[in-house]
């Protein structure tokens, strides 16, 4: 018997990204292709670019140049593929430059570089697809594109107008990634809040009902499957607050968690009126104080952007009166870098570099002292906690306010061995900005 093709596989950019390359490795597996470790061994490399912000696109391109100098065959896919020349005139001799979510190019490239073996009768891949990401959570990708267009964003220009995926389509991954052992969904897209907008919210059969395919409907079905579900990217549509009664349920038994990825971008009208992103940010706080009545333990993350063209010391003063007020749980910062294609490029006022650097600083301080106080808030509560990871003393998880990769860590102790994969009881005894420190106390 020959030995099977060996791929070796990078995989850059953002967990939308990562759904991607976990569909194009289970391909990859299904047609008896295997992983290689390293693309010393590899017969052909595949690199999944990140193309959103320059730096990005650099992170892409060097590991596009250690493909080639290690391995010589590579084939490139992902959001800079949209533009391929940006990669050919460097690298003129990759295979294949394919763009995002174009998995059957990939694979025709694959088949053309190195024909796939034969072996109909053994079944590679279990039938929920394989992950990148550890057995006992997962990303759920909903939708493809973007209808809104952000004066910063190129990613409505790289993916498209939205594409949303059927209701009954979603829910029929969800299902089968929980019965291969799956606790904790992660919802994700570009912009969760607008699911179904594109197709006027029409209806699909799911067992024994129509589920439209609109974000509370899915969230509600979600919510049956008995794991954690997280709800990431959700723009500010008033619609947003349909959701918040489900997560005061799932704040007491599981489900929806309450948990809201919301990327407000700023608070001053004027900046979100640039960045064309909706501009009532005192609406926004009213709501989020009706939200934290309806559903006291909601967690609210966010990334915001300083350093905007035009961004006056005003409009930032403005921002940190703004967080102070919003008193938000979990908080990124960048400060704006042009990206090419990008319409906010031709916008004047640009900032210069040491006023975004002590903006992005001063930002963080504040942030540090409003996340380390609502942390502080948890201890003395008990906590539900998934476990990731095993340490000599117990182990590292997760509370249901913090996301995979992003947020915080639970630091539990605990007297009878964990498991990977379990959820545990977890008296909190200490909190730094981040992270929380317990005890099991039960499962
Ligand atoms: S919502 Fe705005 S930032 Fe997000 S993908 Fe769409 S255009 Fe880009």
Redesign the pocket.
Known sequence: MTAAPRISFVSLGCPKALVDSERIITRLRAEGYELARGHAGSDVTIVNTCGFLDSAQAESLAAIGEAMKENGKVIVTGCMGAEPEKITSQFPKVLAVTGPQQYESVMDAVHRALPPMHEPFVDLVPPQGLKLTPRHYAYLKISEG?N???SF?I??KLRGDLVSRPAADVLREAEKLVAAGVKELLVIS??TSAYGVDVKYAASQWKDREVQTKFISLARELGEFGVWVRLHYV?PYPHVDDVIPLMAEGQKTGGVLPYLDIPFQHASPDVLKRMKRPGAQQKTLDRIKQWREICPSLTLRSTFIVGFPGETDADFEFLLDWLDEAELDRVGCFKFEPVEGAPANDLDGAVPQEVKEDRWNRFMQKQQKISARRQKKKVGTRQQVLIDELTPTGGKGRSKADAPEIDGTVHVVSRRPLRVGEFANVKIERADEYDLFGTVIGF
């Open positions: 973007c809104n267009r952000c964003c990613i409505p570009q912009d723009y």
